[in-house]
């Protein structure tokens, strides 16, 4: 079972919401729902997103390390 914690730590580690979509076999829109679900559920927002690209925010900075070591004891 792929969890949102992995979700969004495959995204910030690629860089892209489309290319995370790609490897997991998920939608884009489905990869985007999963980070905005994990968002609402930390009550902040995690990721600025942009024609750049993504970049963490520093909400986003600060529960990383967290959100990582979650997804690996999960695994």
């Not at 979700?7 to 860089?15: K, N, P």
């Not at 939608?27 to 999963?34: F, M």
Request: hydrophobic share 40%.
């Amino acid at each position: 079972m792929i969890t949102k914690y992995r979700v969004f730590c495959l995204v910030i580690e690629i860089g892209s919401f489309t290319k995370a979509a790609k490897i997991l076999g998920y939608s884009q829109s489905a990869v985007s729902q999963i980070v905005k679900s994990l968002e609402r559920e930390l009550g902040t927002i995690l990721v600025n997103r942009g024609k750049d690209g993504i970049r963490l925010t520093s909400d986003g900075e600060q529960f990383l390390p967290y959100l990582q070591a979650i997804q690996v004891a999960e695994n």
